[in-house]
């Protein structure tokens, strides 16, 4: 940065804190309780995790949770039915299916959209992507949602900044880009690999990062003064890591930390979709 002043933290942890204590009110005081049901297929550590943490912030706000658990070796077939089960039941307003599945004989996709599109609170659904794109958004992806609310927390000024998103996949960064450029923020998205990345990359206002390779964006790929959201978690010989670089944290205005950051407000938006998911159900 142009002077030694260091980054102001992003605070993650306290801003779903808040998300989840208006989640615990509002569900209070329902006639019924909303329910989620993840489907966790292996035991893959960091999935465990993932779901452990999604389970007690269920049941913290009062919100019905069931975790149904396959081994690795089951078939697509035995998850399809489950599902199936699921959306027939009208206790169940929100189906996951925590991923990244194990191994390489299951179709995602085809799982995924198994899923009854107003069940479907990841919000990763054909359907409810369109529908997004669109701008008849029904249920929006959590992870986009939380990020936006995590650059919005900062309070800066929005319309008319520039934004890179560094994303593996167009399902994490389409409706993201959606939903900036729906601020007045111009977006561009790229995968890793791209000649032209730092390029662009040097005149971002805003930088997103869902790689998940350690310290993937580097100083010399940040302008003084930008907004970094971190989605990497890769754990290494017991150290964490995101995909920004101490070097690029170094020169932002404001930075979101690994852990603490985006992750809690992925959880917080995956219950704020079930809530909101059960109150699309209950109007039918």
Known sequence: MTDTTMPHIIDGKKLAGEIRARLKTEIAALSAVPGLAIILVGDDPASHTYVGLKEKAA???GMHFER??????TT?????????ELNQRSDIHGIVVQLPLPGKSFDTDAIIQTIAPDKDVDGFHPTNIQALLAGNPRITPGLAEGIFRLIASTNESLPGKKAMIFANSPVFSNPLEYILNQHGIQTVSCAPGVDDAIVVSRQADIIVAVIGKPNFVTGEMVKDGAILIDVGFTKQNGQVSGDIAPSAVAKARWATPVPGGVGPMTVAMLLENVLHAFRLQQAQ
């Open 59 to 61: 049941e913290d706000i």
């Open 76 to 84: 697509q077939a035995a998850l399809v039915k489950r599902i199936n």
């Open 68 to 73: 149904h658990m396959f081994p690795a070796d």
